[in-house]
């Protein structure tokens, strides 16, 4: 899947590091990808060693009208590394006054330090 996510009201990239730490902590979390109006919805479920993935859409950001478009149980660490990679890549991106800060090298190092100490038993 791809689209270009809007910078207005919040910076997504930085809301999907902040959100895999909370499976680290077997907590849920959700990250808002806003297209102005519409939005599309990372949530990320976990239990012990998988994750609940879903994506979400709505045509205007409005909970009541979403709609789940996939969902998948799979692989804690294996799905959490994959989304960390997609983070980590972004701060190779040339960027400009008008892009997303760049994501802190140390915080992103420290979650992969986490990812990796989570075993096929979960946490």
């Given at each position: 899947?791809?689209?270009?996510?809007?910078?207005?009201?919040?910076?997504?990239?930085?809301?999907?590091?902040?959100?895999?730490?909370?499976?680290?902590?077997?907590?849920?979390?959700?990250?808002?990808?806003?297209?102005e109006p519409a939005g599309y919805y990372f949530i990320f479920e976990p239990k012990q060693?998988?994750?609940?993935?879903?994506?979400?859409?709505?045509?205007?950001?409005?909970?009541?009208?979403?709609?789940?478009?996939?969902?998948?149980?799979?692989?804690?660490?294996?799905?959490?590394?994959?989304?960390?990679?997609?983070a980590k890549k972004t701060t190779t991106f040339e960027t400009s006054d008008t892009d997303?800060?760049?994501?802190?090298?140390?915080?992103?190092?420290?979650?992969?330090?986490?990812?990796?100490?989570?075993?096929?038993?979960?946490?």
């Amino acid at each position: 899947m791809e689209f270009e996510a809007s910078d207005v009201p919040n910076n997504p990239v930085s809301e999907l590091v902040e959100s895999l730490w909370k499976p680290v902590r077997n907590e849920n979390s959700e990250v808002w990808w806003h297209l102005e109006p519409a939005g599309y919805y990372f949530i990320f479920e976990p239990k012990q060693s998988e994750l609940l993935f879903s994506i979400q859409f709505s045509p205007n950001s409005s909970l009541a009208n979403r709609k789940i478009l996939f969902e998948a149980k799979v692989n804690l660490r294996n799905a959490l590394m994959m989304f960390w990679r997609c983070a980590k890549k972004t701060t190779t991106f040339e960027t400009s006054d008008t892009d997303w800060p760049k994501l802190d090298k140390n915080e992103l190092e420290n979650l992969r330090t986490k990812l990796n100490q989570i075993t096929d038993d979960g946490f």
